[in-house]
């Protein structure tokens, strides 16, 4: 499956941002879904995961309340509602597609996106 994310920008503390991840491919749906991101000069870091159906969603501490994941298999579509945005949320966001039924671990992901950028101004 191949995977364009998009949505990223500049935005304000406070503020709010969706991402969008594009898969293509008849067999999107089978696959769980995850948000990654990575900030200059730190680690790739997991932000949210949701299973194939939708049915079940885990988040990283550091966003849990304030992001948002959610998916459309009939559009092949990920997203990724982000409120209260955080200079700390300062990243690359990559969207990531993993056989597993659900994963935190960016190791058991098979198909990356290209990365989009967000940035949030204190």
């Known amino acids: 499956v191949q995977l364009q994310a998009s949505g990223g920008g500049l935005v304000q503390a406070g503020g709010s941002l969706r991402l969008s991840c594009a898969g293509s491919g008849r067999t999107f749906s089978s696959y769980a879904m995850g948000w990654f991101r990575q900030a200059p000069g730190k680690e790739r870091e997991f932000v949210a995961a949701i299973s194939w159906s939708g049915g079940t969603k885990y988040y990283a501490d550091s966003v849990k309340g304030r992001f948002t994941i959610s998916r459309d298999n009939a559009k092949n579509t990920v997203y990724l509602q982000m409120n209260s945005l955080e200079p700390e949320d300062t990243a690359v966001y990559y969207c990531?597609?993993?056989?597993?039924?659900?994963?935190?671990?960016?190791?058991?992901?098979?198909?990356w996106g290209q990365g989009t950028l967000v940035t949030v101004s204190s």
């Open positions: 990531a597609a993993t056989h597993d039924p659900l994963s935190g671990s960016y190791r058991r992901y098979d198909y």
